[in-house]
C-alpha cells in the first residue's frame, strides 16, 4: 500500500534501477529520471510475496492473477483524488450536483463564520 494507490496488490520492480516501488509514482518522487517502460514487467506480489514475469504485450485476463496464489493484483486502483471524484460520476447529476455543490459551500461558510463568531467570544 501506497499514498498513492490505497488498494495495491502487488509492487513493481523498476526496469531502469531495479528498485521495487508500489506504484509508478512511487518511482518518480524518489527517482531523478523517468521510469523506463518495458513490454516485461517484473511484479512482487503482496499476498505470497512471490516474484513473477509477466510479458505485457501479451496481456490476458488470466494474467491479471498471481501465478503463485490467485491473488487479483491487477485491481482498479483506488486513489485518494479518485474516491472523492465519484459522487459526480453520472453526467446526468451534473447539474444538480453543482447546486449541491454551491448549497455545501454556503453551509460551510455559515459553519465558518459561526466558529469565527465562537472563537472571538472565546478569546
Ligand atoms: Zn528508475
Ligand atoms: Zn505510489
Ligand atoms: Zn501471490
Redesign the pocket.
Known sequence: MCKHILNVQASIR?P??K?WFDCAEC?GEV?D?P??KTTEMVFGCKKCKKVFRKDMDHFEEEDEYCPHCDNKYIVEAKTPQMAIAVEGHDERMGERFEKDMRLKEDTLKTVFDMDADISHRMG
Request: with cysteine.
Open positions: 523498476a531502469c534501477c528498485q518511482h527517482s529520471h521510469l523506463r
